[in-house]
């Protein structure tokens, strides 16, 4: 069986799963962590929902980088530490957007609404589709114009 409650900030979702000794298990909870693991950089198969060998060897790699046991399960002890990383990034994008006036809230590790609507301001400014989701695109752009001087803290 496996439970997966993945939370991207803006959506949780929360659904268990089983398989037969001889399937591994499928379903949408799988394919949110495979969407997840792909965002962060663990994953690059395809997000198919079934929870095979590609999957197995991305949640070890991503749990060796969390520094909790390697053994290929998404369980209990590598979704806390995942939100814990999680929060841990949100509190760093927090303060970055708040020393470049774009965030007036409190800082507190949740990537809630005024941390998304700050995100969108964010891309706008950088001419980037506001989707209020601090990615890759995004955090190369605003490095790039802080770099460049393009934007300056407030």
């Given at each position: 069986m496996l439970a997966a409650r993945l939370t991207d900030g803006t959506t949780t979702v929360t659904v268990t799963t089983t398989a037969s000794e001889?399937?591994?298990?499928?379903?949408?909870?799988?394919?949110?962590?495979?969407?997840?693991?792909?965002?962060?950089?663990?994953?690059?198969g395809p997000i198919d929902?079934?929870?095979?060998?590609?999957?197995?060897?991305?949640?070890?790699?991503?749990?060796?980088?969390?520094?909790?046991?390697?053994?290929?399960?998404?369980?209990?002890?590598?979704?806390?530490?995942?939100?814990?990383?999680?929060?841990?990034?949100?509190?760093?994008?927090?303060?970055?957007?708040?020393?470049?006036?774009?965030?007036?809230?409190?800082i507190d590790g949740t990537y809630g609404p005024e941390t998304a609507a700050a995100v969108k301001d964010l891309q706008t400014d950088l001419g980037l589709t506001a989707d209020g989701r601090f990615g890759p695109e995004t955090a190369a752009a605003f490095n790039e114009a802080v770099a460049s001087g393009e934007i300056e803290p407030a």
């Open positions: 001889s399937q591994p298990p499928t379903g949408p909870a799988v394919a949110e962590l495979q969407q997840v693991m792909t965002s962060l950089g663990y994953y690059d929902g079934v929870y095979g060998e590609e999957t197995t060897a991305a949640v070890k790699e991503m749990q060796t980088a969390l520094g909790v046991t390697a053994d290929g399960i998404y369980g209990p002890e590598t979704h806390t530490a995942l939100k814990d990383k999680a929060s841990s990034i949100t509190v760093e994008i927090q303060t970055a957007l708040t020393e470049y006036g774009y965030y007036t809230g409190e």
